[in-house]
């Protein structure tokens, strides 16, 4: 099935850059408004898929609009295993085009919230309003294919995994679901509960991507609309071992060790991160783990306050002529990670560390106390390394 993107092209790329700093947000707002309309489970693994779905339509939304061609792409092979995934749980299809609908009321909500508007013409609009239509129609002939497709292989995959993977999606489960149901679910599932677990985000490298066996210990679900991993914490505090058939042809990022009642914290931790090393931000070789990448995933989160905060923050770089304020940018920020060691930021750079003590001169008349403040150099930190990673 093929999708016209012509009108996501026609879409300012800002559009997506903000609502993909909003999709949590806008997500848990629509389940909230839905809840209290009775048109949703108040907790729950029901409620857990509604956002699920918000959130991956909403992303899926971006995808297009960043790039319309590879992103078409990436959201048909995701709806032909959510197809293949609803077959495998003797669901029906349809059921999808509420999570679809819920998904584009979503989007036009949230960015309508956005300061300025949508900006765009009605022309535009208009297209985009036509591009959704299509976009619905075309997703749901995948999801049906990729259906029918897991019926005529069989939907018969040994229970122990079924079990496995419904106690997954509970763990994960927000708010955490009912911990005796939890107990009887994993006796069944003969799989024993750690003390701690560190959840993971998986996405494949390639369309068409083999679903991999499960790490050993670990709960897995590479069918979902979202695939996710549940690692016990080794305790001897051991890193978990993928396997390289794993790492070769999917993304997993890793997030931080938690009780196994706060899973689904690491989970949200761990999605944010896959999303970075999506977007280049940061490697997406071996396992990606959260804890490594603390700096990025706070400009994530915060990206608009740094944003405002740069503007009063790099002010003494403003009377620099371009050439150098470049330059010396790029120097304050190798200091900073190499806590003004010239010759650590030298080699970073590849200049003279006589030449960085020369340009740490000039900085220090421009930002005076500023670089003597530690919490003023973590803020500028911050700041640079977001404005670089965006020029």
Known sequence: ???????????????????????????????????????APASGEEASRVRSGVAAGLRHFCDLVDDPDAGWDRVQAFYLRVGRHLARDGRDPDEIQQALRRSVLAAWRTLAAVPGGLDLDRAALGLVVDAQFAYMDAVAEVIAAGHRDERAVGPARDLDVRRRARLLHLLLAEPPADPDRVAALAREARWTRPGTVAAGAARPRRDGAVP??????????????????????????????????????????????????????????????????????????????????????????????????????????????PARRERLTETLLAL?????????????????????????????????????????????????RRTLSTC
């Open 1 to 39: 099935m093929e999708l016209d993107v012509s009108a996501f092209e026609k879409v300012p790329g800002w559009v997506a850059a903000r609502l993909r700093a909003r999709v949590d947000r806008a997500a848990d707002e629509l389940l909230h408004e839905l809840r209290e309309r009775g048109a």
């Open 212 to 321: 991999p066996r499960t790490p050993p210990g670990a709960l897995a679900d590479f069918g979902a609309p979202e695939p996710a991993l549940l690692f016990p914490d080794a305790p001897d505090g051991d890193r978990p071992v993928l396997p390289d058939d794993l790492l070769r042809d999917w993304i997993v990022a890793i997030g931080p060790a938690v009780p196994l009642a706060r899973a689904a914290r690491s989970l949200r931790w761990a999605r944010e991160t896959l999303a970075l090393a999506g977007r280049g931000d940061i490697p997406d070789t071996g396992p990606i783990r959260s804890a490594e990448h603390v700096p990025a995933l706070v400009i994530a989160r915060a990206g608009e306050l740094i944003d405002d905060a740069a503007a009063t923050r790099l002010a003494p770089l403003r009377a620099v002529p």
């Open 336 to 384: 900073l990670e190499h806590n003004f060691n010239a010759a650590d930021a030298g080699r970073r750079l590849r200049v003279h560390p006589q030449t960085v003590r020369y340009r740490l001169r000039h900085l220090q008349h421009l930002f005076g106390d500023d670089l003597r403040d530690p919490r003023r150099c973590l803020e500028l930190e911050l700041i640079l």
